[in-house]
């Protein structure tokens, strides 16, 4: 029994210490004894939420830097940083007051930075089951838990009901060129290439059809001026031209062999003097 009272006793000495230190400019604040340390920006460990936020709102009437809290817990072994606020979340879903506060405290830990800003509030959804497929290519258990997905990254992404499945196409050839200058087989072949990217990294259709193979021009200077009034270094350059516009009614013919000239050029060329 006395050996209980003298641990209580303790623990109630350690925590009015805590409490003791924590306060600034010597205010009183009506806080409870409750030891649940948090870490200022300041480096300092207060011994509750209420303590720092005396201590916070003590250093605005003295015109001191405003404080931050860190993260929950006591503070690390210190480390020299600003007190600038530029806030990061990190991996474990803590924020922290900039990106040196967060490299001080997680020097050993696997933690890394999510994303600039502040943690988004922790996502709460129903158990229910009811799937959705992600453009990730993941099923999750229903449309709340994939937009939580989707808040916390960086992805654009887009969801159908019901499970992924494997990506299974039909073996008939209707071949597209997609915007990355390749041949699939057909639209559906296309589109399960493009499960899990990003919005701008989508592969598109450029035309129905297999892809031009590259054309390989001689570096002649042989210039001729084509229908679209642009100059070409030669004809091979030109057709190729052709070859990358499927539009066959803007197919490019030469007007004739030599660069373009302004419309005004050609009007003097032809005058007489």
Do not use: W
Request: aromatic share 6%; hydrophobic share 25%.
């Amino acid at each position: 029994m006395k050996i209980l009272i003298g641990i209580f006793v303790l623990a109630v000495c350690c925590t009015q210490n805590i409490i003791g230190n924590s306060i600034a400019a010597g205010q009183s604040c009506p806080c409870p004894r409750i030891l649940r340390p948090v870490c200022g920006s300041d480096n300092v460990t207060y011994a509750n939420d209420c303590i720092f936020n005396c201590t916070r709102d003590s250093y605005e009437t003295i015109d001191r830097n405003q404080i931050f809290i860190d993260y929950q817990g006591e503070c690390t072994e210190s480390c020299i940083c600003t007190e600038e606020f530029a806030p990061v979340c990190g991996s474990d879903g803590k924020t922290y007051s900039n990106e040196c506060k967060f490299n001080c405290t997680n020097k050993a830990l696997p933690v890394t930075i999510e994303y600039k800003g502040k943690c988004n509030a922790p996502c709460v959804c129903t158990k229910e089951y009811k799937p959705v497929c992600g453009s990730d290519g993941k099923t999750y258990g229903n449309k709340c838990q994939f937009e939580c997905e989707k808040r916390r990254s960086s992805k654009q992404l887009t969801s159908t009901e019901g499970k992924c499945g494997p990506c299974i196409c039909t073996l008939i050839y209707a071949p597209v060129c997609g915007s990355d200058k390749k041949t699939y087989s057909n639209q559906c072949v296309l589109d399960c290439q493009n499960r899990g990217r990003r919005k701008e990294e989508v592969i598109i259709v450029e035309s129905q059809g297999e892809c031009s193979p590259p054309t390989f021009c001689p570096t002649v200077y042989s210039p001729v001026c084509g229908t679209n009034n642009v100059t070409y270094s030669n004809e091979c350059l030109l057709e190729a031209a052709n070859n990358e516009n499927k539009n066959r009614d803007s197919h490019i013919k030469i007007m004739y062999s030599s660069e373009c000239q302004l419309e005004c050029e050609q009007k003097n060329t032809g005058t007489q003097i």
